[in-house]
C-alpha cells in the first residue's frame, strides 16, 4: 500500500474517523476516485499468487531458522 495514492494509512496523532473522512472526502472526487482505482489496479497488478508464495515461504523458513538457531544456544 502506498499513502495517497492506494489507500490510507493511520498515523501518528490521527484517529481512524479522521482518515476515513479524509479518504471519503477524496473519494467523493470522480477524478480523483478514478485516479486511485488506476494506481491500485496498477499496485495490485504487481504481485502474483506464486510470487506472494515464495516471499512467504522465504519469511517462514528464515523465521524457522532463526528460532531454531535461538532454541539451539538454550541447551
Keep these: 500500500m502506498r499513502h495517497g495514492r492506494t ?3 493511520v498515523r501518528d496523532g ?8 479524509r479518504a471519503l472526502d477524496e473519494l467523493a ?6 485516479e486511485i482505482r488506476r494506481a491500485c489496479r496498477e499496485w495490485a497488478a504487481r504481485f502474483t ?7 512467504m ?6 523465521e524457522l531458522a532463526r528460532t531454531a538457531g535461538r532454541r539451539g544456544r538454550r541447551r
Design 7 to 9: 489507500g490510507w494509512l
Design 14 to 21: 490521527e484517529t481512524l474517523t479522521e482518515v476515513i473522512a
Design 29 to 34: 472526487d470522480p477524478v480523483r476516485a478514478a
Design 49 to 55: 499468487w506464486e510470487s506472494s508464495g515464495r516471499a
Design 57 to 62: 515461504t522465504r519469511l517462514l523458513a528464515d
